[in-house]
C-alpha cells in the first residue's frame, strides 16, 4: 500500500521535460499512423475523392459497331474516308494488334462490369493519327478517357510496327528492284531505284532545353525525316529523329541509306546507258545533296534544248518522294499538324506506324500492281546477280565508288543524252 502514494506523488510533480517528450512521442506517431495509411491506399482500394464517370462504355461499343463494321452499317459509305483505309484491312490491323497485345483484348473488371473493346481502342488511336485531334476530343463518341486514349495510341504504334514492320518498312529485295528497274526504264531514267528527300515535323511539345538544338529554318523546333519513295508513293526507306537544326547533308552523313550496299548485303544493279554499264542504282535528289554517283541532279540553270529537257524530267520525276510526303500527311494528319508528345521515342514509333500503314493502303488499293512489269515488249528485264560479303578493302572501295564525283558527272551525261535520243528528238 505505501507504494501507491510514491507514485501518485510521481505523477503529481511530472515536469515541462516529461511533457515535451510525450508530444514528441505523439506527434512522431501520428505520422507513422499517417504514412501507413497513404501506402494502404496506393496499392488497393478505392482512392479518397476520385471522381468516376459512368461513360456507358457497352453502350459506346455497340454504336461503333453499328455505325461502321455491321452488316447494313450506317456509315459504310464513308468508312474509308474517316479510317483512311478499306475495312478489310482495318479489321485486319485490329486482329493482329489485339494478337500481338493483350491490352486491346475486353476484359471484365472485379464486379464483372466489360471493359472496352478492341474496336474502341484502336478506334480512339486512328481518330487521333488521321485526324491529328487531342486525345480528350475522342471520348464523346467512343467513349474513351483522355488517358487511355493515350496508352491506347501508344500501344497501339509499337503494335503495328511490331507486327508489320518487317513487312512493309525494309528495303526493296530482288523482285521490287526488278520492278521499280522496269518503271524507270520505262519512264526514261534507267536504274533509277526511288527519290529521296526530307521532311520537317513541328514539335510543339519540345523540351526548353532542346529547342535551340531541334530549331533551324523553320524558327521552330521539328524532327526531320528522311525517305526514299517510287512512283506509286510506296516508302522504302524511314530515317527519323534527327534535329530539325541539320540539313538534308547533314542527315545524310547519318543516314543508313546505303548500309546495305557499303556491307555488300545489295544485290548490284547491272544497267547499261549510252555504251557506259553501271553496276549501282541511284535515287533523284535535289541541288543540296552531294555529287554522289548515287544521286542524279537537276541542272540548276540548264543551256541548250538537252540540258533544259533534262532538267525538266528529272524534276518531275523527283517529285515522286514530295507526293508521297503529301499522301502521308493528308492520311495521317497527326505528322502534318504539331506533335503534342514530349518524348522523342514515341513520336519516332507514331512515324513509322504511320509510314507502315501508308504502305499497306498502298497494297490494299493496288498501287503497286497499275503497271505491267513482266519484262515483255521493248523493255527487257534486268538481271539482279549477288555476290560475297565483301572484305574490309572492298568495303573501302564500293565507299568511295558510292562518293566517286567522276562516276556522278558520267552519269548525269549518260542520261542527258539517253533522254534526248528517246524523247527529245
Given at each position: 500500500m505505501d507504494r501507491?502514494?510514491?507514485?501518485?506523488?510521481?505523477?503529481?510533480?511530472f515536469d515541462e521535460d516529461s511533457d515535451d517528450e510525450w508530444d514528441m512521442l505523439l506527434a512522431e506517431t501520428k505520422r507513422e499512423e499517417e504514412s501507413r495509411s497513404k501506402r494502404r491506399n496506393k496499392h488497393r482500394g478505392s482512392v479518397p475523392g476520385h471522381r468516376i464517370i459512368r461513360r456507358g462504355r457497352v453502350e459506346g461499343h455497340e454504336r461503333l459497331y453499328h455505325d461502321y463494321f455491321a452488316l447494313n452499317c450506317v456509315y459504310d459509305a464513308f468508312f474509308r474516308r474517316r479510317f483512311r483505309?478499306?475495312?478489310?484491312?482495318?479489321?485486319?490491323?485490329?486482329?493482329?494488334?489485339?494478337?500481338?497485345?493483350?491490352?486491346?483484348?475486353?476484359?471484365?473488371?472485379?464486379?464483372?462490369?466489360?471493359?472496352?473493346?478492341s474496336l474502341q481502342k484502336v478506334t480512339a488511336a486512328f481518330r487521333i493519327l488521321t485526324y491529328g485531334t487531342p486525345a480528350d476530343s475522342v471520348d464523346e463518341y467512343v467513349r474513351i478517357g483522355e488517358s487511355t486514349a493515350i496508352e491506347s495510341l501508344r500501344r497501339f504504334v509499337q503494335a503495328v510496327i511490331a507486327v508489320f514492320g518487317?513487312?512493309?518498312?525494309?528495303?526493296?529485295?530482288?523482285?521490287?528492284?526488278?520492278?521499280?528497274?522496269?518503271i524507270g526504264e520505262q519512264r526514261g531514267f534507267p536504274g533509277i531505284l526511288g527519290s529521296i528527300d526530307c521532311m520537317h515535323w513541328k514539335w510543339k511539345n519540345c523540351p526548353t532545353a532542346w529547342q535551340g538544338m531541334y530549331t533551324g529554318h523553320c524558327h521552330e523546333p521539328t524532327i526531320i525525316l528522311e525517305a526514299v519513295a517510287?512512283?506509286?508513293?510506296?516508302?522504302?526507306?524511314?530515317?527519323?529523329?534527327?534535329?530539325?537544326?541539320?540539313?538534308?547533308?547533314?542527315?545524310?552523313?547519318?543516314?543508313?541509306?546505303?548500309a546495305t550496299l557499303i556491307e555488300g548485303r545489295a544485290p548490284p544493279i547491272n544497267y547499261?546507258?549510252?555504251?557506259?554499264?553501271?553496276?549501282m542504282g541511284y535515287y533523284l535528289a535535289d541541288?543540296?545533296?552531294?555529287?554522289?554517283?548515287?544521286?542524279?541532279?537537276?541542272?540548276?540553270?540548264?543551256?541548250?534544248?538537252?540540258?533544259?529537257?533534262?532538267?525538266?524530267?528529272?524534276e518531275s520525276i523527283r517529285k515522286d518522294v514530295e507526293r508521297a510526303f503529301g499522301v502521308l500527311q493528308v492520311r495521317f494528319a497527326i505528322v502534318r499538324g504539331p506533335a503534342r508528345f514530349w518524348d522523342e521515342e514515341t513520336l519516332a514509333y507514331i512515324m513509322k506506324a504511320c509510314i507502315i500503314m501508308h504502305n499497306m493502303i498502298i497494297e490494299d488499293e493496288g498501287a503497286t500492281n497499275d503497271n505491267d512489269f513482266d519484262g515483255s515488249g521493248e523493255n527487257p528485264i534486268v538481271q539482279v546477280s549477288h555476290v560475297h560479303t565483301p572484305e574490309f578493302v572492298d568495303f573501302i572501295q564500293t565507299h568511295h565508288q558510292i562518293r566517286s564525283n567522276a562516276s556522278h558527272s558520267q552519269l548525269q551525261s549518260d542520261l542527258i543524252e539517253h533522254l534526248w535520243q528517246r524523247y527529245g528528238q
Open positions: 501507491y502514494p510514491d507514485i501518485l506523488e510521481d505523477i503529481l510533480h483505309m478499306g475495312r478489310p484491312l482495318f479489321l485486319r490491323i485490329v486482329n493482329a494488334v489485339e494478337q500481338y497485345d493483350p491490352y486491346f483484348i475486353q476484359t471484365t473488371d472485379a464486379i464483372k462490369n466489360l471493359g472496352l473493346s518487317d513487312e512493309y518498312l525494309r528495303p526493296p529485295n530482288n523482285n521490287d528492284i526488278a520492278r521499280l528497274l522496269a517510287s512512283q506509286d508513293l510506296w516508302i522504302w526507306h524511314a530515317f527519323f529523329g534527327l534535329p530539325g537544326s541539320l540539313n538534308d547533308i547533314n542527315v545524310l552523313e547519318r543516314s543508313p541509306v546505303f547499261r546507258i549510252n555504251g557506259h554499264d553501271y553496276i541541288g543540296i545533296y552531294p555529287n554522289w554517283s548515287t544521286f542524279v541532279k537537276t541542272i540548276p540553270c540548264p543551256q541548250g534544248l538537252k540540258r533544259k529537257h533534262y532538267a525538266a524530267a528529272q
